[in-house]
């Protein structure tokens, strides 16, 4: 099976920088998706990290370590836009099927 | 713009009707996908399909069914429906390994 993990709720500064943290356990590992969900809206794609290191997107990057079982989402130049949840995924099954974690409820203040 | 669509958007329903959820998408893709959402809470995988009349179970488990008899079609049906059934339901579709998913709008249900 697959067990994710992120922290439930975040708050940070317009403009600063913030790190969501997700650690996972899993018999397999095809890959990891950060998606950004909106309250009462549909997830949307943000990142899929297969490989170690840092994938960078604009203002979003997303890393990921397999050895640790660690990944992080780094978003920068914040706005209050970005307030939102933050779901960790793991793709761990054959055929693209995936595990959401709870997901991270970020809050973004002026 | 959407390219995978829900309806209905909001759905009220007395207990014991059946209901069915449209999905459809127009990006050709093979593989489909129905998620179950409570406010603030996780998505659960509750049906799946590689193609054309294929289907399977997710982990969560559901007293729904699902259809693939064409490929932009992936409808689920209640057949009696509880308010245990009452949540926020998702379609996505995706074209293969690497690629996100893409989302619809979401269905959500409540069963009074």
């Known amino acids: 099976g697959q067990n994710i993990d992120q922290p439930t709720e975040m708050t940070a500064t317009e403009g600063a920088i913030v790190q969501i943290n997700c650690t996972y356990q899993t018999s397999g590992f095809n890959g990891l998706f950060w998606y950004q969900q909106h309250a009462g809206e549909a997830p949307t794609f943000l990142s899929y990290n297969v490989l170690d290191g840092l994938e960078e997107k604009g203002r979003f990057s997303s890393f990921l370590s397999r050895s640790k079982g660690y990944s992080y989402l780094l978003l920068k130049e914040l706005q209050m836009k970005d307030s939102a949840s933050y779901l960790c995924?793991?793709?761990?099954?054959?055929?693209?099927?995936?595990?959401f974690g709870t997901g991270t409820k970020l809050q973004v203040i002026p | 713009e959407a390219d995978i669509y829900q309806t209905p958007r909001y759905l009220v329903i007395g207990t014991g009707k059946k209901i069915t959820l449209e999905c459809s998408q127009t990006?050709?893709?093979?593989?489909m996908y129905w998620y179950q959402q409570d406010p603030g809470m996780e998505l659960h995988l509750i049906h799946y399909?590689?193609?054309?009349?294929?289907?399977e179970k997710g982990d969560l488990s559901s007293e729904s069914t699902v259809s693939r008899i064409r490929t932009e079609h992936f409808p689920l049906t209640l057949e009696s429906a509880r308010p245990s059934h009452t949540s926020q339901y998702l379609c996505?579709?995706?074209?293969?390994?690497?690629?996100?998913?893409?989302f619809g709008s979401g269905t959500r249900l409540t069963v009074v």
């Open positions: 399909s590689y193609g054309v009349n294929s289907t």
């Open positions: 990006m050709g893709h093979d593989k």
């Open positions: 996505a579709s995706s074209e293969s390994r690497g690629y996100g998913y893409t």
């Open positions: 995924a793991l793709n761990s099954g054959g055929y693209q099927k995936v595990t």
